[in-house]
């Protein structure tokens, strides 16, 4: 799709804002047994940055719909491919993304208005008044297409230097309109889509350090002059040379404390195993420590299409099989995780004690009968197990083996007499026999627990 209109809404012809809200709402509803879910139960957004040109394969696209709950265009909502040529928008790639985003439930965050990369050569050129007008132009075009579909936008993207200055990155918005394009581009952003989380968002300012000091004064400043912005991004990109930083929760929270939201907006962190799974868990759990931060998205959904694809980053590998660091990102987030897939919270070695208890009519006759309770202990060997068994009305229970009994009315809780030890997977059974008195009715087994 093509359009050079500024203020026509997506959202406005489709009505799709209300359809997303409500499948949204469904998700919310599912076990906490994948990312975005468990961190629906913690008030937070689980997301990835998405690729268009990979919404056409199966697994790709299961994987997403599973396990997100939030999405960012990875390329797609850019300068070079929103605007490549003055006032001419092209949103074919990324109208696919915001589609079937919308079509799963899952909110968009947009990334990115202002940026000195992946920026039309036509942009540089242009002289101070005419850049300003073109700035101001594609915010506007851009948050008048989605306006009401985004959650939030990265208005400007990495405006500062790398390094100890905390000075400004030089690019045309810098050189030519100077410090000023910053706050015109967050005012320009207010007014084309009020209800959008406005965000600056930048990377290597995840610790204490100079760059994110000179982001800090920034935002201290606009928030004291009533600029709007409205939360900071985190790009939290780690490897070896840039690890998670020691104060990293400290730093969300002095941000926080401005009065701004914080999100995590491209987590991937280079590794592999138990390492990268550790280090994967100190972010989430930095975030889920500030109340601000309300949510996680990481830069892209499998490690053969990261752009950092050498240092496998990411939760899913290349065969889109869940990796150590989603376990653990799925565990810090209070999930649970599928049977059967090694290395999920209740899986063997994570300290949760289960049993199952599961009832069999071993003999019958015309007054009576005999039942059998097996229980079967769970992942983690167990020492002791109880259950229930409650009988129909009518009948009693004459003898009762393997087991100690404790009757109250027709209920027995069974605990072990001397077979409460179970290896895990191991099994055991207890059996009693039944006076039926008239009644034919199986008894209820209630739930096993282990301790
Ligand atoms: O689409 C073209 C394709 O037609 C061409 O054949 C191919 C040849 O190289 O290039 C393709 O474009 C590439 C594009 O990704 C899509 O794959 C670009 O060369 C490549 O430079 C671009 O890289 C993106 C990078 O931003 C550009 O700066 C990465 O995918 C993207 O993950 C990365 O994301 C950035 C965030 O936006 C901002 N923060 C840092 C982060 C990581 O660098």
Not at 185 to 202: G, M, V, W
Request: charged share 20%.
């Amino acid at each position: 799709m093509s359009m050079t209109v500024r203020g026509l809404t997506r959202a406005a012809t489709a009505g799709l804002v209300a359809a997303a809200a409500l499948t949204a709402a469904a998700h919310s509803a599912e076990a906490a047994d994948t990312l975005g879910s468990a961190a629906a139960g913690q008030g937070r957004y689980f997301g990835t940055a998405v690729a268009a040109n990979h919404l056409g394969e199966a697994d790709y696209t299961a994987t997403l719909d599973r396990e997100f709950s939030s999405v960012t265009p990875e390329n797609e909502m850019k300068w070079d491919a929103t605007e490549p040529s003055r006032g001419t928008f092209t949103f074919g790639s990324a109208d696919r993304i915001v589609d079937h985003a919308q079509s799963q439930g899952m909110d968009v965050r947009g990334h990115t208005l202002v940026w000195h990369s992946q920026l039309p050569s036509w942009v540089g050129s242009l002289g101070a008044s005419d850049l300003r007008i073109a700035m101001n132009a594609h915010i506007n075009g851009l948050m008048g297409h989605y306006k009401g579909e985004i959650h939030s936008w990265d208005v400007v993207n990495e405006a500062f230097q790398d390094g100890g200055s905390g000075a400004r990155r030089s690019s045309p918005f810098q050189d030519k309109l100077g410090n000023g394009f910053i706050e015109e581009a967050f005012r320009t952003a207010r007014a084309a889509d009020p209800a959008a989380k406005l965000c600056y968002n930048d990377y290597n300012t995840d610790g204490v350090n100079a760059k994110s000091n000179a982001v800090y004064d920034m935002v201290e400043d606009f928030k004291s002059r009533g600029v709007p912005i409205d939360c900071v991004g985190f790009q939290s990109h780690f490897n070896s040379n840039s690890p998670v930083p020691s104060d990293y929760r400290q730093n969300l929270q002095r941000f926080a404390d401005l009065g701004v939201d914080v999100q995590i907006t491209e987590l991937d962190i280079e590794g592999s195993g138990s390492a990268q799974a550790a280090d994967y868990t100190k972010v989430v759990e930095a975030c889920l420590a500030v109340s601000r931060c309300t949510g996680m998205t990481v830069w892209g959904v499998t490690d053969k299409y990261s752009w950092r694809s050498g240092g496998t980053p990411l939760l899913f590998d290349g065969n889109y099989q869940e990796k150590p660091a989603h376990d653990a990102v799925l565990s810090a987030l209070g999930g649970s995780g599928d049977p059967g897939d090694p290395g999920d919270p209740g899986d063997p070695g994570d300290g949760t004690l289960s049993c199952t208890a599961t009832y069999t009519r071993t003999a019958d006759w015309s007054s009576g009968y005999n039942g059998q309770v097996t229980i079967t202990a769970g992942d983690e060997p167990i020492s002791s197990w109880t259950t229930t068994v409650t009988l129909p009305a009518q009948q009693s229970v004459s003898s009762l083996w393997n087991g100690t009994p404790t009757r109250s009315g027709n209920v027995m809780t069974v605990r072990p007499s001397w077979n409460g030890t179970l290896a895990a997977g191991a099994s055991t059974s207890f059996g009693f026999t039944v006076a039926k008195n008239g009644s034919d009715a199986a008894p209820a087994v209630g739930t096993c627990t282990a301790s």
